[in-house]
């Protein structure tokens, strides 16, 4: 019999935890990149709303999440923790390997925890659309879906290669009402300077996002990862992660998840950074593709988080803007930068972080698939294929991982 670990409905955390509070140290600021001045507050107004600026800056250690978006969250969370019985038993581990499983979801991945909550206060304060990019299409089939419930339009950027890769992710976009467009476009200025066969990159429909939001009145941009807002909207896996590991009355060894942007791997661990400077042996991994290792192979530096070099400049670990990665089938991790906040973990050996391979990344997954019965999104793969390296290592350990989205829009890839 499967080993589940659930939480009662009740259960449900009522906050987003902030670790900006609890850091020693401050991040370093956006930059404006005219003055090279930090950015205020009130410049970033002219693309989000004022809640969600308000919630990029705070020091809040708990910040409340709205009752609607409760009720929008009651529909599938809190979601199960899983024992990996039959992966033990094929590698012939020591090892206990549990796994915090986001496919639940309406649209099967993370990314629906902050997609509600970014909906419901662009709602709150009157914005009539939201435009974002989508890499392999989950982040826009999340918006779309929590568009659809709070009663906004949505027109999403898709990264062209994903775009034609993915047909099932356009169809559910479609299906919630929202507009998916391949990027580079023709729709924007930007678009049209990109040769017509480029294979786009989330930089590239970053820029067309938000242009498109500065020349549209109450319409507003969406992000699904990187900034602070879009991590402490994803605690909300975490917090329910340290109930059920104390009703297991397990203290992990490591933690580990996929990493592209940050909001996955942000919402998986950042709960348990306080556990982490408190002195415990735990042991934080991001796994990250090697056809765009941005913290393994990155610079630590002052950065656009697009092409077009719209946005403020953001200290991260980069490849840089202009880089296009490879059409790999892990479409959500294929971004030239990372979260500020994962940069900083990262930068201060807080957490590690390792590359994969997209050859090992699928035999890790297809094995999982058949041993476990569900087939994982191929970002979501890169955290197997590590915890199948910490299991070879047959030591009497707990390796806890998030399967942040399953993989069944994504079966092409497999075949």
């Not at 003055?35 to 009130?42: A, I």
Request: charge should be neutral; include cysteine.
């Amino acid at each position: 019999m499967r080993e589940v670990v659930y939480l009662r409905p009740e259960e449900l955390p009522r906050y987003y935890y902030n670790v900006l509070a609890d850091l020693p140290f401050e991040l370093d600021p956006p930059l404006d990149p005219q003055t090279r001045q930090s950015v205020k507050p009130e410049q970033l107004l002219r693309i989000f709303p004022e809640p969600l600026v308000e919630q990029e800056v705070s020091k809040d250690r708990f910040i409340p999440i709205p009752e609607p978006v409760l009720q929008e969250y009651a529909l599938y969370r809190p979601t199960p923790l899983i024992r990996a019985h039959r992966l033990e038993e094929y590698l012939g581990t020591k090892t206990k390997i549990y796994f915090k499983y986001e496919g639940t979801s309406p649209t099967g991945s993370h990314k629906v925890n902050t997609a509600l909550a970014q909906a419901f206060y662009n709602k709150l304060v009157g914005t009539k659309m939201l435009v974002t990019e989508t890499g392999a299409g989950q982040w826009g089939s999340a918006l779309s879906y929590a568009g659809k419930k709070f009663g906004l339009k949505v027109k999403v950027f898709m990264v062209k290669v994903s775009y034609e890769q993915k047909p099932f992710r356009k169809s559910l976009m479609k299906l919630f009402g929202g507009e998916a467009i391949p990027s580079p476009s023709t729709e924007t200025e930007i678009g049209r300077s990109f040769p017509e066969d480029h294979p786009g990159s989330l930089g590239i429909a970053i820029s067309e996002a938000i242009h498109t939001v500065l020349q549209t009145p109450n319409a507003k941009y969406a992000l699904g990862s990187v900034l602070n807002h879009v991590l402490l909207h994803q605690t909300i896996i975490g917090l329910e992660l340290k109930k059920q590991l104390e009703l297991l009355n397990i203290q992990p060894d490591v933690i580990v998840a996929c990493h592209g942007g940050g909001s996955n791997f942000g919402g998986t661990v950042l709960p348990f950074v306080p556990d982490v400077l408190s002195g415990k042996k735990l042991r934080i991994v991001a796994v990250e593709p090697e056809s765009c290792p941005s913290l393994t192979n990155g610079q630590y530096t002052y950065d656009f988080g697009d092409t077009a070099g719209l946005t403020p400049l953001l200290k991260m670990y980069t490849l840089g803007k202009d880089f296009v990665p490879p059409a790999i089938h892990a479409g959500g991790l294929r971004y030239h930068g990372a979260s500020p906040i994962v940069s900083k973990l990262y930068h201060e050996k807080l957490i590690e972080a390792v590359a994969v391979s997209q050859e090992k990344v699928f035999e890790a997954a297809r094995l999982f698939a058949t041993l476990e019965g569900i087939v994982p999104a191929p970002e979501s793969a890169h955290a197997i294929a590590h915890v199948i390296d910490e299991a070879k290592l047959n030591e009497n350990k707990t390796v806890i991982f998030t399967l942040s989205g399953h993989g069944y829009f994504d079966l092409n890839a497999y075949v």
